[in-house]
């Protein structure tokens, strides 16, 4: 599968990545972008943070998490405002939040929908990668009081797209947050969601490409 690398980045070791999660109180959008930090670390980024942002204190209420992750320290907590990666975990938001307001063109955006990319009506100068997380949690199991969780099963669809952070550390990040069976149905998942992530590719024209 090929992955997006993203446009205009280059291997300098001072390069910082900057995210956004999108997702709803309960979703797990805190726990995913916990996760991905970790991973990040293990894929040899030594600078990682991960800031909520609460909308407010309601359960299903909007929540996004602003992450930087960097090879060298982070110095820097505030709001992202111009993200190379926006990820959302619930595709309603779509009509309620500007997930893309400010992702730089040729960055990444991350949804989990039962829609194909092509269905989202999100098109723009950058890539679009969609999986059905709720669905790949639910077949492994991970529902709990009638809640599906997917903070593992999103990241499937980031890791699919994206060389940012390979899936090995991600599975060895889930596998120092889970254990036993837990461990087991998240890192399915995870799999699941990876397997099953449909793209739409942005290819950023070869002059822009090589400013």
Do not use: C
């Amino acid at each position: 599968m090929r992955r997006l690398k993203l446009i205009g980045v280059t291997e300098a070791m001072s390069i910082t990545y900057e995210i956004v999660w999108h997702g709803r109180g309960g979703q797990g959008a805190v726990t995913a972008a916990k996760i991905f930090t970790e991973a990040a670390y293990y894929q040899g980024f030594k600078g990682v943070s991960a800031k909520p942002t609460y909308f407010s204190e309601r359960r299903g209420a909007p929540v996004s998490v602003h992450t930087r992750i960097s090879r060298e320290p982070i110095r820097t907590f505030s709001n992202v405002l111009y993200p190379d990666i926006a990820v959302v975990l619930d595709d309603n938001l779509l009509d309620m939040v500007n997930v893309t307001a400010n992702l730089k063109t040729g960055g990444l955006l991350v949804v989990n929908s039962a829609r194909g990319p092509e269905e989202l009506g999100v098109g723009g100068p950058y890539t679009v990668a969609v999986a059905d997380a709720f669905h790949s949690s639910k077949e492994a199991g991970l529902v709990v009081e009638g809640n599906v969780l997917i903070s593992t099963s999103i990241l499937g669809p980031l890791a699919a797209a994206s060389d940012l952070v390979g899936l090995e550390n991600i599975r060895l990040a889930v596998g120092k947050k889970f254990k036993a069976a837990a461990l087991e149905r998240n890192l399915t998942a995870l799999e699941l969601a990876y397997k099953n992530t449909r793209i739409l590719r942005y290819e950023l024209p070869a002059a822009s490409a090589r400013a």
